[in-house]
């Protein structure tokens, strides 16, 4: 199973290297064979990176434990759902499987632009299977998945218990994903660059992977925050860890390339901008895997130190230097069709949400690599505190949802007053409305940040709906139908800009969602025995029930907790403690109880031979929020992402119609 | 060429406000790696180290308590030097005797008060798979 598994990557790094020199190679004229051969070539180091990422499944399924992987990462007992994810337990595994995503999403490139895009493809296949070969090299030669151990045990060491659980088997494939698709933009950009083919045809090639890209790091990290919520007890689910920030900064400058990529489309303005933004995001991404695999910052997440921290290093650098010195080279090929006419237009207003994006990019790599920085420049290694990131997220972070209000209504080039007022009259209306019900209704008194947020959510709402409600009496004047109908017309002709405001929307919900339960949470610990009671906040928790169980993979404490208020019985909670046998590690299991208005999270400490149960209790407001706005965000991205079945028969603009003939 | 020049003190204008924020908020957020010996009184400190043998099994339990989880800290690979830590909040399920911690706080009188829920183990023996056996939980 070994060598199978050694012998399809090494055949995938020949094939991939071979995949180079043809797509290189067939750039001359009457190459068509040549081109031919680089495209199987893809398909092939995709059908091996398949079989590769299979021979570990099969092993981790069938306790090969003679791989030192599957013996160090799993077990006789454990269940199957947990051995499928050990394959990104750990630093061999999961880059096995960014190797086995990056030649599926290059074998997909290849086959969507089949038949477009012929002088671009040449040059992302090399791209691609260079950085496959950097992979498939490193899984070969470095950090084998496949290695073996001289003597097979008896059992493996299991997973760890904080990885299994429901979120970890999704958390990271989906980052992957995310992180992975990255790399086809920064292919298509690449070439680009290379054949000076600097027209907005490498945007339209990209954009939509960009939006799916997005779309999953985002959804990743934020199921990678629903997992630090429910199993590290700490009641929170962002610390601004450094591997935290490592998916958030790739995700920011997403968001920057996608509002910034319309100004171009639009307005021919930012193309270098657009091309460093590219280029930074994938060298963020892998940066990202960096930082998580090489132990250079110590953190919660890490995988301890190895010695894959060089290659990575060097791969960044040969990846910045090569793809920014195209960027000069190309410079005088670059240049602006317009100027900025005016502060009050919508490209002003695009690039002020850039910079501000870029800026939190910044501060957010600063912070996390600092400690490296000030050891090398002052020999001593020096962190920075969460302090320090919410002291800049809050600013920039109220300023970017005021634009997100602001950057649909405003018009291109040139805002006239007239026009301001009659869009922005209603919003800031509503927003002026709702101060003061916020001051009454919450405790925002105490949080000027979080009544801000309040005020400028309300006014961001009212420019989004008013954006439906004229876009669909329009529809409905014109077309006769029914309102629900208009609206769904309205969203299926314009996916791309009314998925982005559902996106804005979910934004909305998910900044709220964080500001509530970031500012008000109500905690307090306590010490119960069965039938005794006690206090947190204005809830009285009774401690009504315990349980001790054992089986074959852990021991097992429990208790049931009955929260009242006001004298009603509010929930019950079932907080439990597992011990698993293998590995012999505890494992808290926290209990939550969900609302709209709150989470009542409720961990069980200890529990002692007496029956004295140790319970830490959190009333963490609106977090529930946070996930809805997810759900929110990827529906209203997945719109924006869907291919649309025909041509829509008005479409605004050439690149616009471009992209839609790409479905 | 005038919209050029607006152009370039918007941008300067944006970048040192970022710039003052980002220096401001790092002036009050400095947090030093420290292993057990090179902590002084004063600074916030990341204290680095291992859990000394003799920390308590039911530490999750008595983190919770009012007086708080007490154990000792010795240092990476050199136990000679060593200090008491107070720490309250959240126990991470790896804690345990010989184990590689980081926690952040203050020293306060010889003893180490560490920030509520800031205890973070490194976890070289489960990730890094050098194939050893978790230790005995002391």
Request: aromatic fraction near 10%.
């Given at each position: 199973?070994?060598?199978?598994?050694?012998?399809?990557?090494?055949?995938?790094?020949?094939?991939?290297?071979?995949?180079?020199?043809?797509?290189?190679?067939?750039?001359?004229?009457?190459?068509?064979?040549?081109?031919?051969?680089?495209?199987?070539?893809?398909?092939?180091?995709?059908?091996?990176?398949?079989?590769?990422?299979?021979?570990?499944?099969?092993?981790?399924?069938?306790?090969?434990?003679?791989?030192?992987?599957?013996?160090?990462?799993?077990?006789?007992?454990?269940?199957?759902?947990?051995?499928?994810?050990?394959?990104?337990?750990?630093?061999?595994?999961?880059?096995?499987?960014?190797?086995?995503?990056?030649?599926?999403?290059?074998?997909?490139?290849?086959?969507?632009?089949?038949?477009?895009?012929?002088?671009?493809?040449?040059?992302?296949?090399?791209?691609?299977?260079?950085?496959?070969?950097?992979?498939?090299?490193?899984?070969?030669?470095?950090?084998?998945?496949?290695?073996?151990?001289?003597?097979?045990?008896?059992?493996?060491?299991?997973?760890?218990?904080?990885?299994?659980?429901?979120?970890?088997?999704?958390?990271?494939?989906?980052?992957?994903?995310?992180?992975?698709?990255?790399?086809?933009?920064?292919?298509?950009?690449?070439?680009?660059?290379?054949?000076?083919?600097?027209?907005?045809?490498?945007?339209?090639?990209?954009?939509?992977?960009?939006?799916?890209?997005?779309?999953?790091?985002?959804?990743?990290?934020?199921?990678?925050?629903?997992?630090?919520?429910?199993?590290?007890?700490?009641?929170?689910?962002?610390?601004?860890d450094p591997?935290?920030?490592?998916?958030?900064?790739?995700?920011?400058?997403?968001?920057?390339?996608?509002?910034?990529?319309?100004?171009?489309?639009?307005?021919?303005?930012?193309?270098?901008?657009?091309?460093?933004?590219?280029?930074?995001?994938?060298?963020?991404?892998?940066?990202?895997?960096?930082?998580?695999?090489s132990g250079v910052v110590a953190s919660v997440h890490a995988f301890g130190e190895s010695t894959?921290g060089?290659?990575?290093?060097?791969?960044?650098?040969?990846?910045?230097?090569?793809?920014?010195?195209?960027?000069?080279?190309?410079?005088?090929?670059?240049?602006?069709?317009?100027?900025?006419?005016?502060?009050?237009?919508?490209?002003?207003?695009?690039?002020?949400?850039?910079?501000?994006?870029?800026?939190?990019?910044?501060?957010?790599?600063?912070?996390?690599?600092y400690p490296i920085l000030s050891e090398a420049v002052r020999g001593e290694k020096i962190a920075v505190g969460?302090?320090?990131?919410?002291?800049?997220?809050?600013?920039?972070?109220?300023?970017?949802?005021?634009?997100?209000?602001?950057?649909?209504?405003?018009?291109?080039?040139?805002?006239?007053?007239?026009?301001?007022?009659?869009?922005?009259?209603?919003?800031?209306?509503?927003?002026?409305?709702?101060?003061?019900?916020?001051?009454?209704?919450?405790?925002?008194?105490?949080?000027?940040?979080?009544?801000?947020?309040?005020?400028?959510?309300?006014?961001?709402?009212?420019?989004?709906?008013?954006?439906?409600?004229?876009?669909?009496?329009?529809?409905?004047?014109?077309?006769?139908?029914?309102?629900?109908?208009?609206?769904?017309?309205?969203?299926?002709?314009?996916?791309?800009?009314?998925?982005?405001?559902?996106?804005?929307?979910?934004?909305?919900?998910?900044?709220?969602?964080?500001?509530?339960?970031?500012?008000?949470?109500?905690?307090?610990?306590?010490?119960?025995?069965?039938?005794?009671?006690?206090?947190?906040?204005?809830?009285?928790?009774?401690?009504?029930?315990?349980?001790?169980?054992?089986?074959?993979?852990?021991?097992?404490?429990?208790?049931?907790?009955?929260?009242?208020?006001?004298?009603?019985?509010?929930?019950?909670?079932?907080?439990?403690?597992?011990?698993?046998?293998?590995s012999q590690q505890p494992?808290?299991?926290?209990?939550?109880?969900?609302?709209?208005?709150?989470?009542?999270?409720?961990?069980?400490?200890?529990?002692?031979?007496?029956?004295?149960?140790?319970?830490?209790?959190?009333?963490?407001?609106?977090?529930?929020?946070?996930?809805?706005?997810?759900?929110?965000?990827?529906?209203?991205?997945?719109?924006?992402?869907?291919?649309?079945?025909?041509?829509?028969?008005?479409?605004?603009?050439?690149?616009?119609?471009?992209?839609?003939?790409?479905? | 060429?005038?919209?050029?020049?607006?152009?370039?003190?918007?941008?300067?204008?944006?970048?040192?406000?970022?710039?003052?924020?980002?220096?401001?908020?790092?002036?009050?957020n400095q947090e030093r790696y420290a292993s057990p010996g090179q902590l002084s009184a004063g600074g916030t400190y990341r204290l680095n180290g291992t859990v000394a043998p003799g920390a308590p099994s039911d530490a999750s339990a008595r983190a919770q308590s009012?007086d708080g989880l007490r154990f000792r800290v010795l240092g990476k690979g050199d136990s000679s030097q060593s200090v008491e830590v107070v720490y309250r909040g959240s126990v991470p399920d790896t804690f345990r005797a010989g184990r590689e911690i980081v926690v952040t706080g203050r020293l306060e009188d010889g003893v180490f008060q560490a920030r509520r829920n800031s205890m973070v183990t490194l976890c070289p023996s489960k990730f890094q798979a050098k194939g050893d056996r978790p230790d005995d939980p002391a």
């Amino acid at each position: 199973m070994a060598l199978l598994g050694r012998a399809t990557l090494l055949l995938a790094l020949v094939a991939a290297g071979y995949a180079i020199v043809m797509a290189l190679a067939s750039r001359g004229r009457g190459r068509r064979a040549w081109r031919e051969s680089a495209e199987r070539a893809v398909y092939v180091v995709f059908g091996l990176m398949s079989a590769g990422i299979l021979t570990m499944w099969a092993a981790l399924l069938g306790d090969a434990f003679e791989l030192k992987y599957v013996a160090d990462y799993t077990s006789t007992t454990l269940g199957w759902p947990w051995k499928i994810s050990a394959l990104w337990a750990s630093q061999p595994g999961s880059l096995l499987l960014w190797a086995w995503l990056l030649s599926a999403f290059s074998a997909a490139a290849v086959r969507l632009n089949r038949d477009r895009n012929r002088e671009l493809l040449p040059v992302a296949i090399a791209v691609l299977m260079g950085i496959a070969v950097f992979f498939t090299a490193i899984l070969s030669f470095v950090s084998s998945p496949f290695e073996t151990l001289a003597e097979a045990p008896a059992n493996g060491q299991d997973l760890n218990p904080l990885l299994q659980n429901g979120y970890m088997v999704l958390h990271p494939p989906v980052l992957y994903v995310g992180y992975v698709a990255l790399a086809i933009p920064f292919a298509f950009a690449v070439s680009a660059l290379a054949t000076g083919r600097l027209d907005s045809t490498w945007i339209v090639a990209v954009r939509r992977w960009m939006i799916l890209a997005w779309l999953f790091l985002g959804l990743g990290i934020l199921i990678g925050a629903r997992w630090a919520y429910e199993e590290l007890g700490w009641g929170g689910y962002w610390a601004w860890d450094p591997v935290e920030n490592a998916a958030f900064m790739p995700w920011l400058v997403a968001t920057a390339f996608l509002h910034s990529v319309m100004v171009q489309e639009r307005r021919g303005m930012l193309k270098v901008w657009n091309m460093v933004l590219v280029i930074l995001t994938f060298t963020l991404a892998v940066f990202g895997t960096f930082l998580t695999r090489s132990g250079v910052v110590a953190s919660v997440h890490a995988f301890g130190e190895s010695t894959l921290g060089p290659f990575f290093l060097a791969f960044i650098a040969l990846v910045l230097v090569g793809s920014l010195g195209l960027v000069v080279a190309r410079l005088p090929q670059l240049r602006s069709l317009h100027t900025l006419e005016s502060y009050l237009s919508r490209e002003a207003v695009f690039l002020l949400n850039n910079v501000l994006l870029v800026g939190m990019t910044f501060a957010v790599l600063w912070g996390t690599v600092y400690p490296i920085l000030s050891e090398a420049v002052r020999g001593e290694k020096i962190a920075v505190g969460q302090g320090f990131y919410d002291q800049i997220a809050v600013p920039i972070g109220l300023a970017l949802l005021f634009l997100t209000g602001v950057g649909p209504l405003i018009p291109w080039r040139k805002a006239s007053r007239a026009q301001l007022r009659r869009r922005f009259t209603w919003p800031l209306a509503a927003a002026a409305a709702a101060a003061p019900v916020l001051l009454v209704l919450t405790p925002a008194w105490d949080h000027w940040a979080v009544g801000l947020l309040g005020c400028i959510g309300v006014f961001v709402v009212a420019c989004i709906a008013g954006e439906f409600w004229r876009g669909t009496r329009v529809r409905h004047a014109l077309g006769g139908t029914s309102w629900p109908g208009a609206l769904v017309q309205l969203v299926a002709r314009n996916r791309r800009r009314y998925g982005g405001y559902i996106v804005h929307l979910g934004v909305v919900v998910l900044l709220i969602g964080i500001a509530g339960s970031r500012s008000f949470v109500t905690e307090g610990s306590l010490l119960l025995t069965k039938g005794e009671s006690g206090a947190v906040g204005d809830r009285t928790f009774v401690l009504e029930d315990t349980t001790r169980s054992r089986d074959a993979h852990l021991m097992s404490v429990g208790a049931r907790v009955a929260v009242f208020r006001d004298g009603e019985r509010e929930a019950t909670l079932e907080p439990r403690r597992n011990f698993y046998l293998v590995s012999q590690q505890p494992s808290t299991e926290v209990a939550i109880d969900t609302s709209p208005t709150r989470d009542l999270y409720v961990v069980l400490a200890s529990l002692d031979e007496r029956g004295a149960a140790s319970i830490f209790v959190f009333v963490n407001p609106l977090v529930a929020w946070i996930w809805v706005a997810g759900i929110i965000i990827f529906a209203g991205g997945a719109v924006a992402a869907w291919p649309a079945r025909r041509t829509a028969p008005a479409p605004r603009t050439a690149p616009e119609a471009a992209g839609r003939a790409q479905a | 060429m005038k919209s050029r020049v607006r152009f370039v003190v918007a941008i300067c204008l944006a970048v040192g406000l970022a710039g003052w924020l980002g220096f401001t908020s790092l002036k009050g957020n400095q947090e030093r790696y420290a292993s057990p010996g090179q902590l002084s009184a004063g600074g916030t400190y990341r204290l680095n180290g291992t859990v000394a043998p003799g920390a308590p099994s039911d530490a999750s339990a008595r983190a919770q308590s009012p007086d708080g989880l007490r154990f000792r800290v010795l240092g990476k690979g050199d136990s000679s030097q060593s200090v008491e830590v107070v720490y309250r909040g959240s126990v991470p399920d790896t804690f345990r005797a010989g184990r590689e911690i980081v926690v952040t706080g203050r020293l306060e009188d010889g003893v180490f008060q560490a920030r509520r829920n800031s205890m973070v183990t490194l976890c070289p023996s489960k990730f890094q798979a050098k194939g050893d056996r978790p230790d005995d939980p002391a």
